[in-house]
């Protein structure tokens, strides 16, 4: 899920929320995430800080790979905030006088028919 209220501060999020069954599983169901196992998660920046990478490691050393390639705008800094029942992504967006458009929400991805 993605959040973006396009305020001042410039901090959008994404929620992960679920994991897609590992491969080779007889179901093709998500995994909500409490119950995925999960043991790592971390978050950076690629592509001179305008894409981004997540990567999320389960117990049973299946790794799950969130991969994009251009954001929207400029980044300074991404942070994994993993919870209980989710995955937060805290994207900060740049800011400043030169930057006036980039804290602007940013559009949403749209879902692929």
Known sequence: LWDDPGEAKGVASIRIDA???APG???SDLVPWKD???VEST???TNGSKGLLVVVRSSD???YRLEIPQLYGDVTSVKAVPKAK???IRLQKTTGYLYKKNVE???LPQKKV
């Open 86 to 88: 989710r995955l937060l």
């Open 19 to 21: 994991l897609p069954s």
């Open 105 to 107: 929400a940013w559009p």
């Open 61 to 63: 050393d299946t790794e």
């Open 43 to 45: 978050a950076e920046l």
């Open 36 to 38: 995925a196992n999960v």
């Open 25 to 27: 599983s007889s179901t």
